[in-house]
T-cell receptor, first 107, second 117 residues
């Protein structure tokens, strides 16, 4: 079963930062936090992952709390194409997906 | 950028028939996975495969399912006798193997939509 809790839906204005929270209070010491998104019925698309340090790439930033019990995915300037379901996954190997957060970017 | 490719994109099969879903993982990847997503539901893990054997499988992956890496490039999922409830999107994923393989992300294909009539 998924070890994460995410809000079911969020809205964000186009051009603004989208901050998507995730709780993973039972995360183990060797488990990473991964973020994926799924647009319509396409395959999940990898966004970013981290263990305990904050991470940034060309798509997003990942902020992980010091106790590792929660994290936030930040899309710095949301566009309409960022409308998708976003999944936070805690994993050592195979992924157990939750229901994710349905992000709608509003013009 | 290298991609995981899946064929066919849509497969329609009569109930009780065998079906084989095909995947070509990214070429230097050594860990392979199948997931499924029933319409409107979560993505569910089916099986992971490494070094020519199943490493982990879920309760969904019963005796009707099998996986194979028949050559150096393909990774297949076979459903022996399909049921109506097997109708779903099936996603293949792969992951590179390095010294620290645990922290590598999986890369997913765009799936095969399986429709059982």
């Amino acid at each position: 079963d998924a070890k994460t809790t995410q809000p079911p839906s969020m809205d964000c204005a186009e051009g603004r930062a989208a901050n998507l929270p995730c709780n993973h209070s039972t995360i183990s010491g060797n488990e990473y936090v991964y973020w994926y998104r799924q647009i319509h019925s396409q395959g999940p698309q990898y966004i970013i992952h981290g263990l305990k340090n904050n991470e940034t790439n060309e798509m997003a930033s990942l902020i992980i709390t010091e106790d590792r019990k929660s994290s936030t995915l930040i899309l710095p300037h949301a566009t309409l194409r960022d409308t998708a379901v976003y999944y936070c996954i805690v994993s050592g190997n195979q992924f157990y997906f939750g229901t994710g957060t349905s992000l709608t970017v509003i013009p | 950028e290298p991609e995981v490719t899946q064929t066919p994109s849509h497969q329609v099969t009569q109930m009780g028939q065998e079906v084989i879903l095909r995947c070509v993982p990214i070429s230097n990847h050594l860990y392979f996975y199948w997931y499924r997503q029933i319409l409107g539901q979560k993505v569910e893990f089916l099986v992971s495969f490494y070094n020519n054997e199943i490493s982990e499988k879920s309760e969904i992956f019963d005796d009707q399912f099998s996986v194979e890496r028949p050559d150096g490039s393909n990774f297949t999922l076979k459903i022996r006798s399909t049921k109506l409830e097997d109708s779903a999107m099936y996603f293949c994923a792969s992951k590179v193997s390095t010294g620290g393989f645990v922290n590598q992300p999986q890369h997913f294909g765009d799936g095969t939509r399986l429709s059982i009539l």
